[in-house]
């Protein structure tokens, strides 16, 4: 319409052209009449051409509107829903390089299991809105320190933790297996001035403790439930195996599997407890407790135990592929 318009001037503007351009000295008032009829149709097609511009523009901003206002729905929402999936899970999804799909596969995790000794009667002790502050406030501040190392959170089930580390991501059985554990340490470590803030806002008679259990192998991974309801979680003897370590774990200690002390040994010091039988549990487990960091001397005696034993040139291949791996973990 807009092309119409200007060519509907050019042709007023060449006709008026034209009759100066003929040697017409004066213009009859039926040339000038016909002019002034042909600029008023213009103008009148110009204000309509106008009004439908200004219509079509509302329209747009209110599309506009309507659009930066569902964004913004759907962010909040995205953001809600962030806080029921661990932030691996909700990357994958909302990024598209994964599917929503009940399916699961197998691999080598590093899982752990942690609650609060003595939680059950802390609840009788408290007024209800006192025990869902302070079990908020200690499930904050365990996340973001699982979250700090790259777990993978699995569930809050009241007081009680599950969290594994090889799914999604993973840096390989070794690295998963020694986050895990240093998140164990740290969060053992935090436990400590936590009770000590909750004694004094709380009025807790005597401080809270926490136990916890994992081990390394190999579990089922993925989506499990329906076509209506999805669970991401792990299953399989490994979960089983962490959850029991916990259970048999003293308060306050972390209780490790002989396959997660295979794995973090040489970077972590450990006492052996023995075999223990477990329910559950068909033959009888050996486990340790993580004692906390070893220093690099102590990697270092280690080394020097391996050299003064005999000539380097003596020892097998197995013993030299342990010295290299001794020696990297020290460098490393």
Not at 32 to 53: E, G, I, M, Q
């Given at each position: 319409?807009?092309?119409d318009?200007f060519?509907?001037?050019m042709?007023i503007?060449?006709s ?5 351009d003929?040697?017409?000295s004066?213009?009859s008032?039926e040339n ?22 200004d219509?079509?523009?509302?329209k747009l ?14 962010e ?7 806080k029921y999936l661990?932030p ?8 598209g390089s ?30 209800s809105?006192?025990?869902v ?12 320190i699982?979250?700090?190392?790259g777990?993978?959170i699995?569930k ?12 999604p ?7 998963d297996?020694l ?10 470590k ?12 709380f ?6 403790q ?5 081990n390394?192998?190999?579990c089922?991974?993925?989506?499990f ?13 490994g979960v089983?195996?962490?959850a029991?370590?916990e259970s048999?774990?003293k ?20 006492k052996?407890?023995?075999?223990i039988?477990l ?13 906390g960091?070893?220093?690099k001397?102590?990697t ?8 003064d034993q ?16 001794i020696?990297?973990n020290?460098?490393?």
């Open positions: 319409m807009s092309n318009l060519t509907d001037e042709k503007q060449e008026w052209q034209q009759l100066i003929d040697g017409n004066t213009l008032i000038s009449v016909a002019f002034l009829d042909a600029y008023k149709r213009l103008l009148k097609n110009t204000k309509r051409l106008v009004r439908h511009s219509r079509v523009e509302n901003k209110i599309a506009a509107k309507a659009e930066t206002e569902k964004s913004e729905q759907l909040n929402l995205s953001k809600q829903l962030s661990s691996q899970i909700y990357e994958q999804i909302f990024s994964t599917s929503v799909n009940v399916e699961s596969e197998r691999k080598k995790l590093t899982v752990f299991f942690s609650d609060i000794v003595g939680f059950t009667q802390l609840t009788e002790a408290l007024e809105e006192s025990v502050e302070l079990l908020n406030h200690y499930l904050t501040e365990m996340s973001s699982a979250l700090k190392h777990a993978t699995d809050f089930v009241g007081d009680a933790i599950m969290i594994f580390f090889g799914d991501e993973s840096e390989g059985s070794e690295k297996a986050k895990c554990v240093n998140m164990a340490l740290e969060m053992q935090k436990m400590s001035s936590l009770t000590s803030f909750w004694g004094k806002n009025g807790l008679s005597r401080p809270l926490i136990r916890m259990g994992i390394t192998g190999y089922t991974v993925g989506n439930g329906s076509a209506d309801r999805i669970d991401y979680t792990a299953i399989g003897a089983n195996l962490a029991r370590l048999a774990a308060p306050g200690s972390i209780l490790i599997s002989s396959e997660t002390f295979l794995m973090i040994g040489d970077h972590l010091d450990c052996e407890q023995g075999s039988v329910k559950g549990i068909s033959a009888p487990v050996t486990t340790y407790v993580v004692l960091s070893r220093s001397q102590d270092i005696s280690k080394v020097q135990t391996f050299i005999s000539d380097i040139s003596d020892l097998s291949a197995s013993e030299l592929r342990e010295l290299q791996r020696i990297s020290m460098l490393s």
